[in-house]
């Protein structure tokens, strides 16, 4: 298939072939919500720690004698039943929220979500997009001449100067493909990719 390819220049009418493999699959919704809830539980850190009943500082006497007291049988105040007691199931440091997807599966799930963004025209092509110096005002005026306002720029290779320009301009991100997450890419209003970008994204997805 081929798509136009954006141009800073209105009087262009070129257009670049991508891959149907990638770009033009049926969307699925089971694997791109796969994809998205497997990113964002890797991206969790256990940073929570809770007490059980064994870390909890009680004594380990029995409250009370077992019966005639007309009160409830207790062992330990450290009971989670009890208030300043542990806790029953308690969060671990060390615990491990990640989830494993497949490559063949990732590499669809991508798919996927690139061929959508091609379907409602949120995914645009241009053939190169490189800065001189590494201003913020110049990249700011460029973008808006392009009428994109939220936008994440995919490219194959880190471009300093790009980078060090988009990254005081708020709701833009500088990637480059081996970057391109799930999340991010369903995020952002648009995706602009350098022709390069396409390749490799060809490249890693297949």
Do not use: C
């Amino acid at each position: 298939m081929e798509v136009k390819l954006v141009s800073e220049n209105e009087q262009s009418e070129a257009s670049i072939a991508i891959s149907d493999t990638v770009f033009d699959r049926k969307y699925n919704e089971p694997l791109v919500h796969q994809l998205v809830t497997s990113y964002l539980a890797n991206a969790r850190s256990a940073n929570r720690a809770q007490k059980e009943r064994s870390d909890v500082s009680k004594s380990n006497h029995k409250p009370w004698r077992q019966k005639g007291t007309g009160r409830a049988r207790a062992g330990t105040a450290a009971s989670p039943l009890w208030r300043g007691g542990g806790q029953i199931f308690a969060n671990s440091p060390d615990e491990n929220f990640s989830h494993k997807v497949n490559r063949k599966a990732y590499r669809a799930g991508m798919s996927v979500i690139f061929s959508q963004l091609v379907r409602d025209n949120r995914l645009l092509v241009i053939d190169s997009f490189t800065v001189e110096q590494p201003k913020t005002k110049e990249l700011s005026s460029r973008i808006k001449n392009l009428g994109l306002d939220e936008v994440m720029i995919i490219t194959d290779k880190i471009d300093n100067n790009l980078y060090l320009s988009a990254r005081n301009i708020p709701r833009l991100k500088v990637i480059v493909a081996s970057q391109a997450d799930p999340y991010n890419l369903l995020r952002y209003k648009k995706i602009l990719v350098t022709a390069e970008g396409i390749k490799r994204i060809e490249e890693l997805m297949t």
